[in-house]
């Protein structure tokens, strides 16, 4: 399943600099709304300049983001953008050293933590918030009898499937069209 614009990330030290919630919703707010300034970032996570500003420093550091120059209007402004646009590792890639492994399941937790966080501030906006909606946003959960092999194989055609949706060209009919957050996992599991 490689790609070209996914990251495997084997460094513990880029796991640690992501591993950080702050950070990792900058991350996200790059990648939803394409290159920013710290004024536009600080204003997006209602967080001051100045830690938006030192938080972009550690990422950049661990090659998560970098400069964009060629968006500045003139030599004060900073833009700053998305090395890679998806990130992947696997905790069993750190099992050698104890120290790494417990960043990557340190970076593991975050990442569900905020998956969780990001459904459960849904289910807890207003009912008028909530109605524009309708019956649009959805749950599911399945138990499925799988190998490893079907498991990875359905994982493909999920990733495959979201990524047509996120990759597409938006139609130009002046509709309403909102940031949503999709998220799956497929976990080994018992009831």
């Given amino acids: 399943m490689d790609r070209p614009d996914v990251r495997q990330i084997t460094d513990s030290r880029v796991l640690a600099a992501m591993s950080h919630p702050l950070r990792r919703r900058l991350m996200d707010v790059l990648k939803v709304h394409g290159p920013s300034t710290v004024g536009l970032l600080a204003e997006r996570t209602d967080q001051a300049p100045a830690n938006v500003s030192h938080h972009l420093k550690v990422l950049a550091a661990a090659d998560l983001v970098t400069e964009a120059p060629e968006l500045a209007r003139d030599r004060r402004e900073r833009w700053w953008r998305l090395v890679t646009r998806a990130l992947r590792w696997s905790n069993v890639d750190f099992d050698a050293d104890p120290a790494d492994r417990a960043v990557a399941d340190a970076a593991t937790s975050l990442n569900l933590d905020r ?31 799988l190998t490893p092999e079907e498991l990875a194989e359905l994982s493909r055609e999920m990733i495959d499937l979201l990524r047509r949706w996120a990759d597409r060209d938006l139609p130009d009919d002046d509709a309403d069209r909102r940031t949503v957050f999709v998220f799956v996992h497929g976990v080994p599991a018992r009831p």
């Fill in 115 to 145: 998956h969780v966080a990001l459904a459960r501030a849904w289910h807890a906006a207003d009912e008028s918030t909530q109605a524009t909606w309708n019956d649009a946003p959805f749950s599911t959960d399945h138990w499925l009898r």
